[in-house]
């Protein structure tokens, strides 16, 4: 039997490899950069299974290149990267890594929310570039209290619910907007209350972006919709960067439509050295790495792995993206050990 082959485009945490290499040969692009388009289409050619980062865009052209590839997974729970229309065609299967990241992107969402409005990165500048010269200053780098505010989240999914979840001890009123409302015993336990959007964005105090990047959500928040939050409003966004419209974002901020944003999630990554965000101080900048917990990583890149051995098994892997493939390609034509 044929051993398969698998390329995998970035050196993941351990056990992601280790767990390959028991029934695979394994490629792996050692580089610190995401392999070029031709690098890609390239490696990929003579490959059973790819294992791929959210900074690879996996398109047909890619599909094409790979005669015999029957698995493409991802490192990450978003798959706006990969074409998955065109691998369902192909039968191709499509795997992601959801769940094992939830909690790490639910808590990162509320370390950017109260660093936004708490003004915490603001505070260490002041403190490193030897600004804090009075003991002190009954108005100094006042925010505004997080405590019994309003919360919009849009996009009850997973981590939308963890970010609900964590909001109890803020004693905060939490309003949703989804395209699909969770059964009303979810909504109870959860404690929120459905809003159009339009209604959430005039009613919150924050809110915090949680769909996942589609052509429905492609600049879901733009010049009209930061125009309905409230001038002390903040925007978070942990999502995917495309789901704000960047120009008027930046309008918004500068021109006080809004009180700030904190995002960890950009159109254009990583950010443009000219771009305007850089110069606002109402504004909290992180570089993609909500689900970057030690813990969270290291399951990742177990279940990105696990996934591409199930589909090479002929099992069902453990979260396929394009159920659909199923009826395309059974498991039992994919399975190579
Ligand atoms: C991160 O953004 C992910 O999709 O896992």
Redesign the pocket.
Same mark, same amino acid.
Do not use: I, M, P, Q
């Given at each position: 039997m044929v051993k398969p082959r698998v390329y995998v485009t970035r050196t993941l945490p351990s056990p992601a490899l280790e767990i390959l290499k028991e029934c695979c040969e394994v490629e792996v692009n050692l580089g610190e950069e995401p392999p070029s388009k031709r690098e890609l289409t390239d490696r990929v050619k003579d490959k059973h299974a790819l294992l791929c980062l +959210?900074t690879d865009s996996v398109d047909g052209e890619v599909m094409d290149a790979a005669s015999d590839l029957r698995v493409i997974s991802t490192y !990450? @729970?978003?798959y706006d990267h990969i074409d998955v229309e065109e691998a369902t065609r192909r039968g191709i299967y499509v795997t992601n890594?959801p769940g094992v +990241?939830t909690d790490a992107v639910a808590d990162f969402t509320w370390a950017l929310l109260l660093g936004a409005v708490r003004r915490i990165v603001e505070a260490d500048r002041y403190v490193r570039d030897g600004r804090w010269r009075v003991a002190w200053s009954p108005t100094l780098l006042m925010g505004c209290s997080v405590y019994g505010k309003t919360l919009g989240i849009v996009g009850l999914g997973r981590i939308g619910m963890a970010v609900a979840e964590r909001a109890r001890g803020f004693n905060i009123r939490i309003l949703y907007y989804d395209i699909q409302r969770p059964p009303l015993e979810v909504e109870q336990r959860l404690n929120v209350e459905y809003r159009p959007l339009e209604e959430l964005l005039r009613e919150s105090d924050f809110v915090s972006l949680h769909v996942p990047l589609t052509k429905e959500t492609y600049h879901l928040i733009g010049e009209e919709e930061l125009k309905l939050m409230k001038k002390t409003a903040f925007l978070v966004n942990t999502s995917r960067g495309a789901v704000v419209d960047t120009r008027a974002l930046v309008k918004a901020l500068k021109d006080g439509w809004i009180a700030g944003a904190a995002l960890d @999630?950009f159109e254009k990554e990583p950010i443009e050295e000219d771009s305007p965000l850089l110069k606002l101080s109402n504004v909290v900048l992180a570089p993609?790495i909500? !689900?970057a917990t030690v813990e969270a990583r290291s399951r990742m890149a177990e279940i990105a792995a696990l996934n591409i051995v199930s589909v090479l098994k002929g099992e069902k892997p453990l979260y396929l993206v394009n159920l659909d493939v199923l009826n395309v390609k059974s498991l039992e034509k994919v399975k190579m050990i």
């Open positions: +959210l !990450s @729970v978003g890594t +990241l @999630v993609h909500a !689900s």
